[in-house]
């Protein structure tokens, strides 16, 4: 073979023409390649000789990321002369044959429909508001590019796919359980995502937290930001965007305390932050220094009620949303079997075990 002849471009090989590449233990590039609808190749050129693997991958391929083609390397989906690559870090001889058998990035799937089971606790033509289970992820990121609440949406009602993020103009974390709103049109979500910028919309959560609070009512008022130390989590830090949690002591008993707690608006990780930071961390929080205890093994929070404008005609809308069994048995360990909702309608004058949800209007 003649080196000093230049490389020729990578070609496209449709799945029915492409050569199968020889079998190996680490995978079947061709075979993965077919799966995904396309298989690639590149001839090595003299001026490529002793390149790295994926350095050649992402001029055979430059609408994917270095990473992402550095994470087929790892699936044993690029193969040089038949054999499957090891190492994205290896180098090549000029002569060379690279195959890559491309498959979409984990993001590029995380918009598409996958139906769940979606407890509804209202729905009209406007918006639909769900129990949200806890384990659930609401929305796409890192970690979690399927399987979230925005995918079961989508799924749910197809005109979803035309909405910002499905119709969700709020989120509940990934282990907090309860009520959560969706809209189901553009105006609607646009009046949804106002009502809650001009906080005209009320939230009540029950919490469970360490420690027995001495005061009966609290509020915090503290700015939260970034966690200066873990960018995973936030912080009460001057400089912080103005944050307002009201804290009532439904019962404490046994180095716990059960709380009812309504916020005024919605920093990410609102009240864990706050309650944190005067000494009383979620059970079972771990991210802020709460440990398992009364049976929860995820953060002792639920979102008890909702209260908006209706996007149609501003009529108050009221939703409850009873906590699931976990919830309920730690909250009942504390506050006694017969305590009720603090925050639910009628002022929460319901049994823990009444029905799931109720619904009030008013003008």
Not at 83 to 95: E, H, L, T
Request: proline content about 8%; charged content about 25%.
């Amino acid at each position: 073979m003649d080196y000093r002849k230049p490389p020729r471009a990578p070609r496209i090989v449709e799945p029915a023409a492409a050569e199968p590449v020889d079998d190996a233990e680490d995978g079947d590039p061709a075979g993965a390649a077919d799966a995904a609808g396309e298989r690639r190749e590149h001839d090595v050129g003299a001026a490529e000789h002793g390149q790295r693997v994926d350095r050649l991958l992402v001029t055979m391929a430059p609408e994917f990321s270095r990473t992402h083609l550095q994470s087929l390397v790892a699936r044993g989906l690029v193969a040089v002369d038949g054999a499957p690559v090891r190492q994205a870090s290896r180098r090549v001889r000029a002569g060379q044959r690279i195959a890559v058998g491309l498959v979409p990035t984990e993001e590029s799937l995380a918009f598409r429909p996958q139906a769940m089971p979606i407890t509804v606790l209202y729905e009209d033509d406007a918006l639909l508001v769900l129990d949200k289970p806890a384990g659930l992820v609401v929305h796409p990121a890192a970690g979690n590019w399927s399987g979230t609440l925005l995918n079961g949406l989508l799924a749910r009602h197809p005109g979803a796919e035309r909405l910002p993020r499905a119709g969700i103009v709020h989120r509940l974390d990934k282990d907090t359980s309860g009520v959560m709103v969706v809209g189901k049109s553009l105006p609607a979500v646009t009046a949804l995502a106002r009502a809650i910028a001009e906080r005209r919309v009320q939230r009540r959560y029950l919490a469970i937290a360490h420690g027995e609070l001495r005061e009966p009512a609290l509020r915090i008022d503290a700015p939260i930001g970034r966690d200066p130390v873990s960018r995973v989590r936030m912080a009460v830090v001057a400089g912080g965007k103005p944050a307002r949690t009201d804290v009532a002591r439904v019962a404490a008993r046994d180095g716990c305390s059960a709380l009812a707690c309504t916020l005024h608006t919605g920093r990410t990780h609102q009240i864990r932050v706050h309650l944190a930071s005067r000494g009383h961390p979620l059970v079972a929080d771990a991210l802020y220094g709460g440990r398992p205890a009364l049976g929860m093994t995820r953060q002792a929070l639920h979102a008890l009620r909702l209260e908006l404008p209706h996007p149609d005609d501003g009529r108050v809308l009221g939703i409850d949303c009873a906590p699931p069994a976990d919830f309920a048995r730690a909250w009942e360990s504390v506050a006694g079997q017969a305590a009720a909702w603090p925050g639910a309608a009628d002022d929460g004058r319901r049994s823990p075990r009444a029905a799931s949800s109720t619904t009030t209007m008013r003008h």
